[in-house]
């Protein structure tokens, strides 16, 4: 149903409408938009939903580290209201953790609903005293991907990484 793209161009002139329809023009003052200040994305993983030639979805990544863990942010994943419940979602979180996954990276961390997000295997950050700070404990959620990411604890940081 929907076709899937890296984030290019043409999905990138469409972000920010799709993130202001999904979170709000204020959403620049949570927690997780000041993590990611100073701090590029990782265009390696960002991707797109697509209804024809309509921007309906898309999810970004962000470099990040547990005590010398290598990380990545998860978010912001949006979706536009009229297609949620349809599977974009489903695509782009799966779709995109398999690049992440692929890329050898150890542990994704996000800030978000623990329901929504325990479908793709993601657990409570606090089992394994993983923090960002001021994000309340329950809204942290990890996804380990290696041993290293198993075993990481202690605060989430942004990472200045050269990604390429």
Same mark, same amino acid.
């Given at each position: 149903m929907f076709a899937y793209t890296m984030l290019d !161009? /043409?999905?990138r002139s469409a972000l920010t409408a799709l993130l202001d329809v999904s979170f709000g023009p204020d959403r620049h003052s949570k927690i997780a938009?000041?993590?990611r200040d100073d701090v590029p994305e990782d265009e390696r993983f960002g991707m797109a939903a697509w209804d024809g030639d309509l921007l309906?979805? /898309?999810?970004q990544y962000w470099p990040c580290h547990v005590d010398g863990v290598d990380a990545q942010l998860l978010? &912001? %994943?949006a979706v536009a209201p009229a297609y949620r419940g349809r599977g974009a979602a489903r695509g782009l979180v799966n779709r995109s953790l398999q690049l992440v996954e692929d890329a050898g990276? !150890? %542990?994704v961390v996000l800030i978000g609903d623990p329901k929504l997000y325990l479908q793709y295997g993601f657990t409570p950050a606090s089992g394994q005293s993983l923090v960002i700070e001021g994000e309340p404990d329950h809204r942290v959620q990890m996804k380990p991907l290696t !041993? /290293?990411?198993r075993e990481a604890t202690g605060l989430?940081? &942004?990472a200045l990484a050269t990604v390429s």
């Open positions: !161009d /043409a999905a938009y000041r993590f309906v979805g /898309a999810i978010g &912001p %994943l990276t !150890d %542990l !041993d /290293a990411g989430v940081s &942004p």
